[in-house]
């Protein structure tokens, strides 16, 4: 399966901590140490990153990266997105799926109407939340819906092969 981007991003790059080049880690993996499991990084500069050293501080974890060497190298990579190759993300099992995959599917209801494009996936706390942005033809005037991203009461089906989905939803609303 290829997507759009063959890069993912798992983290972002926090503040300098200490002299020597190591750097807070802000990590989006389920565990936050998970982040580790994954080599090499890529940065938005460009760059390809090894993890050198890492560990937990209070509620934090900071790391060494191999060829950060001072306060300002790490300052210079301050703030960059931490994506890897896609082919490195674990094969899921069952009717999980990734964000990712998400994106760009349709939104079909049970009744047959078509809702548009899946824009974006987030997390509210409570759920999983799809912006799906309509069709320019939407005859309910709606140029965009936040549908709560919840199996069997709203999700009722994920087609990957076809990249539909079906939702119990009016799309009036």
Known sequence: ????????????????????G???????TEVPEGIFDFSPWYLADGKEYQ????RPHGKAIVAKLVGVDSRDDAERI??????INAEQLPELEGDDIYWRELTGM?????QGYNLGVIKEVFNTGANDV??????SSDAFGQKERLLPFVYDSVVHNVD?????ITVD???GF
């Open 51 to 54: 993890t050198d050293q890492w």
């Open 106 to 110: 349709q939104v079909v209801t049970t």
């Open 78 to 83: 301050k703030n960059l997105d931490i994506s």
């Open 160 to 164: 990957k092969t076809e990249r539909v």
């Open 130 to 135: 799809i912006r799906v942005k309509a069709l």
């Open 1 to 20: 399966m290829s997507q759009a981007s063959d890069k993912v991003v798992i983290g972002k790059i926090g503040a300098p901590y200490g002299v020597k």
């Open 169 to 171: 939803w009016d799309p």
């Open 22 to 28: 190591w750097v807070k880690i802000n990590s989006s």
